[in-house]
């Protein structure tokens, strides 16, 4: 949080999802990216897969670009083949966790008490949660876009949130690698939603995600209770990306 005059306002943060994309040879991505992030005016986070993270914290060192993982267990250790805790992507170097994004609610049946659980673990790690949350078409469609994210922002935060460091992504399901984007008039009553009923208000920090783009990012990230993005194929390109976020700086520009 900063204090602008009087006015209390969050630092922006553009979060780039590799999702199941990157191998090691992805890395000179960090290097483009290291000069953009330096003179940015949002914070800059990376969640590469759990192959490379460890490698991308190296290749961040000294540039401010955080690195995050895109998921972790809820439990510290023990025998869950596969898995990765939250300890553990600490401790390569880590800052972030993607918790409850869609696809793994989808494809891995994670239920918002499963989202809550990894949230604890990774507070408990040391690890700031970025908790997804979103709708799918069919709920939208059905006047319940709101309904069904309350319910899971309810179920996914941990009970003592209100003093807890974590961030909030909405991404509506169907705007997803699809091209499709949430207009800014349904973002904006989205987030303002979210705020409403977060614990802390006025410093938990709301990304939006789906689709942004470098042609839309300006616009979305102008809105008022938008605190920055979740970025998913866009973050591929360390210039498309690095368009995203040059275009917080340019958020109070006038557009033309
Ligand atoms: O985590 C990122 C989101 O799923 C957005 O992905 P996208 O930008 O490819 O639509």
Redesign the pocket.
């Known amino acids: 949080m900063a204090d602008r005059g009087g006015w209390m306002s969050r630092r922006k943060l553009i979060a780039g ?1 590799w999702k199941m994309n990157g191998l090691s040879g992805a890395l000179g991505y960090f290097s483009e990216l290291a000069p953009v992030a330096a003179g940015a005016s949002a914070d800059v986070l990376v969640c590469p897969p759990a192959t490379l993270i460890h490698a991308a914290v190296q290749a961040c060192a000294g540039t401010g670009i955080r690195v995050g993982g895109q998921d972790c267990h809820a439990q510290d250790h023990g025998a869950y083949t596969g898995d990765i805790s939250a300890a553990m992507l600490r401790d390569c170097g880590a800052t972030h966790v993607i918790l409850g ?1 869609s696809e793994r609610r989808a494809a891995h049946g994670e239920t918002d008490g499963d989202v809550r659980a990894k949230a604890v673990a990774a507070l408990a790690a040391g690890l700031v949660p970025v908790i997804c949350v979103g709708e799918t078409l069919a709920e939208r469609e059905a006047g319940r876009a709101v309904e069904v994210v309350a319910r899971q922002l309810a179920g996914s935060l941990p009970e003592n949130s209100a003093i807890l460091d974590l961030v909030i992504a909405y ?1 509506p399901v169907w ?3 699809t091209g499709r984007t949430a207009s800014a008039a349904d973002v904006a009553a989205m987030h303002a939603a979210i705020r409403e009923r977060l614990p802390d208000p006025l410093t938990t920090c709301i990304l939006y ?4 783009k470098p042609g839309n990012a300006r616009e979305l990230l102008s809105l008022a209770d938008v605190d920055g993005a ?5 973050s591929l390109d360390a210039a498309d990306f690095s368009a995203i976020i040059e275009a917080v700086s340019l958020e109070n520009e006038p557009l033309r």
């Open positions: 999802n994004h991404e705007a997803i690698g995600g789906g689709s942004v979740l970025v998913g194929g866009a």
